[in-house]
C-alpha cells in the first residue's frame, strides 16, 4: 500500500467536487479538452483541405465561408490552425515525456543517493541552465537540419533538468518521513522505495510541472517553427503561419491574429490547468517559475 | 565570510569552462567543412587542403580547443568565415544594439512587475487583484514575436508613430535610435513582466504573513512603509532569482525578437551564422551569451548575501 501525504483522507470524490469549484481548474480544463479536440477532429475533418492552393481565394479576409480568412495561396485559415494544433501538442508533449523520462528517474537516484553522485547532477543541470534554451534548440535544430522531430528533440532535451531538478526536490521532502523508515526497515531497496513510495508522492508536483512545461513546449515550437527551424511546410504550424503573416500584415492581419491567438488560447488554457491541480492538491504549494 | 561568494565563483568558472566544452564539441560535430565553404565548390581539393592547414583545422582536437579557448579569454576569437572580419569587431557592433535592448527590456519589465505585483499582493482576493493577476496570466501566454507583430500592426502600420522594423544606427542621433528599440523592448519586456508579477506577488503574500510584518504594523508603522520596506526587501530572494534567470530568457528572446524587427543585433547574428556554418561567429557569440548568462546567475546569488544579511555567514 501506498501512502499519499499530500492528500489525507481525501476521496477521489472530494477531490473532484474540489476541482469542479475550483474556476482555474475547470476553466483551464475546458480549454485543454476543446484545442484537443479541435486537434483530433482536424484528422477525420476540416472546413477545408489544408493541402489544396487556391490561389483564387487569396488572402481573403473573414467570412462566413472562411471564418478566419484565408491565406496567400487561398487556403482555409481555420483548417490550418485545426492542423496547426496537432503539431504543437504532439511536439510539446512528446518533449514532456522525454523530460519526464529522463529527468525524474535522475532527480530520484540524486536524492536518494546523496553526496557525491548527488552533487554532480546538480552541477550538470547549472551547466544545462546556463544555455538560453532557445539559442540551443536553434543550434540543435540548425546542425541536424529543421524537422519536428529534431524540434521534439530540442526542446525535450532542456525539459530533462527542469524535472530533474523538481523530482530531487520533491524526493529529498519525502525520504525524512517516517514511511520511508518502515519500508527501509521491512528491508526494501533504495529503487524500490523511490519507486513504490516517492514517487507517487511527488506526482502532484510533477504533474503541475508537466503542464507549465507542456505550455512552455508549445511557446518553444512556436518560436522554432516561426524561425523556420520546425515543422516544415505543407504540414501547417503555429509559428510558421505567423512567420507568412508577417510580411503581410498590412494587407492580411487576420493571418496573425489567428493563429496567434490559437497559441495564447492553448498555452493559457494549460497554465490554468497546472495552477487548478496545484491549488486543488495542495493548497499551500506556490507555482514559481 | 569569504567561503560563501568564493565557492559560487569557482562553480561559475568551472560552468563557464565545461561550457566551452560542449559548445567546442558541438561545432565539432556539425556538418560542413569550413574551408569548402569559404572556398566554394569548384576549390581543388589541394586548395581545401591547405586552407584547412592555414586555418589549424588539421591540428589535434585538444590543441584547437586549448587554442580557440585561450583566444576566447584574450578576447580574440578569430575571424569570421563569411564576413571576413574579426569576430569581435562583428561582436562590438552588434552588441550596441542588442545590449541597450535587453536593457530597455529589463528595465521595463521591472518598473512594470514589481508594483503590479505589490499592488496585487496588497490586495490580494479583491477586485484590483484579479484583474491584475488575470492580465498576467494572459501576458505568460503570449509568445512575444506574436505580440511583436500586433505591436507593429497597431504601432507602426496603423498610427505610423514607430517604425515597423529596421535600425538607423546610433550614427543617425539617439532619438530615432531608440525609437525603433522601442517597440521591440515591449515586445520582450511584456511576457517576462507578468512572470515577475506573478512572482513577486506570491513572495509578498508569503512574506506578509509573517510575524515581524504584524509586528510593524503593531507598533506603529504605516501599511506603505512596512510593505516598502519590511516586505519588499524580504521577497526580494525569489525575485532576484528569477530577475537573473529572465536575463537569459530575455538574451534568446531577442534572437526570435532581432528577426521580427530586423534589427542587426547579436541574436540576428547568431541566427544568421548558424544557418551559414560561420562557426567561429556561432561559438564565440554562444559563448558570450552563455558567458553573461553564468556571470548575472553569479551576481544574483551574491546579490542575496546583500539582500539577506543572515547568508553572510552561510559557509
Known amino acids: 500500500m501506498t501512502m499519499h501525504v499530500d492528500i489525507p483522507d481525501e476521496t477521489l470524490a472530494g477531490i473532484l467536487a474540489k476541482a469542479f469549484r475550483n474556476t482555474a481548474f475547470v476553466t483551464g480544463f475546458v480549454i485543454t479538452l476543446l484545442i484537443l479536440a479541435m486537434a483530433l477532429i482536424s484528422y477525420i475533418w476540416t472546413p477545408y483541405d489544408v493541402t489544396k492552393l487556391v490561389i483564387a481565394d487569396k488572402t481573403q479576409g473573414p467570412s462566413l465561408a472562411h471564418l478566419f480568412g484565408t491565406d496567400h495561396f487561398g487556403r482555409d485559415i481555420l483548417s490550418m490552425v485545426m492542423v496547426g494544433a496537432r503539431n504543437s501538442i504532439a511536439v510539446a508533449l512528446v518533449a514532456v ?154 494587407v492580411a492581419p487576420w493571418m496573425a491574429i489567428f493563429p496567434g491567438m490559437a497559441i495564447v488560447i492553448t498555452v493559457l488554457g494549460l497554465n490554468l490547468l497546472g495552477d487548478g491541480i496545484a491549488d486543488i492538491l495542495d493548497p499551500k504549494s506556490r507555482r514559481q517559475r | 565570510m569569504t567561503a560563501y561568494p568564493l565557492k559560487r565563483l569557482v562553480i561559475a568558472f568551472a560552468t563557464l569552462v565545461l561550457a566551452s566544452m560542449v559548445v567546442f564539441a558541438v561545432l565539432e560535430i556539425l556538418p560542413g567543412d569550413p574551408a569548402r565553404l569559404m572556398l566554394g565548390m569548384n576549390a581543388s581539393a589541394d586548395q581545401v587542403e591547405l586552407l584547412r592547414t592555414q586555418m589549424g583545422l588539421n591540428a589535434p582536437l585538444v590543441l584547437r580547443y586549448l587554442h580557440w579557448a585561450g583566444g576566447l579569454l584574450s578576447l580574440d576569437f578569430g575571424r569570421s568565415y563569411t564576413y571576413s572580419v574579426p569576430v569581435i569587431d562583428l561582436v562590438r557592433e552588434r552588441l550596441a544594439v542588442s545590449l541597450p535592448l535587453a536593457l530597455i527590456a529589463l528595465a521595463l519589465s521591472t518598473i512594470i512587475a514589481i508594483p503590479v505585483g505589490l499592488y496585487s499582493a496588497s490586495r490580494r482576493g479583491r477586485a484590483g487583484d484579479t484583474v491584475a493577476m488575470g492580465a498576467a496570466q494572459l501576458g505568460v501566454a503570449v509568445p512575444n514575436f506574436w505580440f511583436a507583430l500586433m505591436l507593429i500592426y497597431v504601432f507602426a502600420v496603423w498610427l505610423r508613430l514607430v517604425p515597423a522594423g529596421g535600425f538607423p544606427g546610433w550614427g543617425a542621433g539617439a532619438w530615432p535610435a531608440l525609437k525603433s528599440l522601442l517597440l521591440p523592448a515591449v515586445a520582450l519586456a511584456l511576457p517576462q513582466a507578468a512572470i515577475l508579477a506573478r512572482v513577486t506577488r506570491s513572495a509578498l503574500i508569503e512574506v506578509l504573513n509573517e510575524d515581524y510584518i504584524r509586528t510593524a504594523r503593531a507598533k506603529g508603522l504605516p501599511y506603505r512603509a512596512v510593505l516598502w520596506r519590511h516586505a519588499l526587501r524580504n521577497a526580494m530572494i525569489p525575485v532576484l532569482t528569477i530577475l537573473g534567470l529572465q536575463f537569459a530568457f530575455l538574451l534568446a528572446g531577442t534572437i526570435i525578437i532581432e528577426n521580427v524587427f530586423y534589427l542587426p543585433g547579436l541574436g540576428r547574428l547568431v541566427f544568421q551564422a548558424i544557418t551559414q556554418r560561420d562557426l567561429i561567429v556561432v561559438e564565440s557569440v554562444v559563448m558570450l551569451l552563455v558567458a553573461a548568462v553564468i556571470a548575472v546567475n553569479l551576481l544574483v546569488d551574491l546579490s542575496y548575501a546583500v539582500v539577506d544579511p543572515r547568508l553572510r555567514t552561510r559557509s
Request: aromatic content about 8%; proline content about 6%; glycine content about 12%.
Open chain 1, 97 to 250: 515525456g522525454i523530460g519526464v523520462g529522463v529527468g525524474v528517474p535522475l532527480g530520484a537516484f540524486a536524492a536518494a543517493r546523496g553526496g557525491l553522485v548527488d552533487e554532480a547532477l546538480m552541477r550538470v543541470n547549472d551547466l544545462v541552465f546556463a544555455f538560453p534554451a532557445l539559442l540551443s534548440a536553434i543550434m540543435i535544430t540548425a546542425i541536424f537540419g529543421p524537422g519536428a522531430v529534431n524540434a521534439i528533440i530540442a526542446i525535450g532535451i532542456f525539459n530533462i533538468p527542469v524535472f530533474a531538478r523538481v523530482a530531487r526536490a520533491g524526493a529529498l521532502a519525502i525520504w525524512p518521513r517516517e514511511f520511508i523508515l518502515a519500508a527501509r526497515a521491512a528491508g526494501k531497496s533504495s529503487t524500490q522505495i523511490s519507486i513504490e513510495h516517492v514517487l507517487p508522492n511527488i506526482a502532484t508536483l510533477l504533474l503541475v510541472q508537466g503542464t507549465i512545461q507542456f505550455a512552455l513546449g508549445i511557446l518553444a515550437e512556436a518560436g522554432l517553427s516561426y524561425l523556420g527551424l520546425g515543422a516544415q511546410p505543407p504540414m501547417p504550424s503555429w509559428g510558421r503561419m505567423l512567420f507568412d503573416a508577417q510580411t503581410r500584415m498590412v
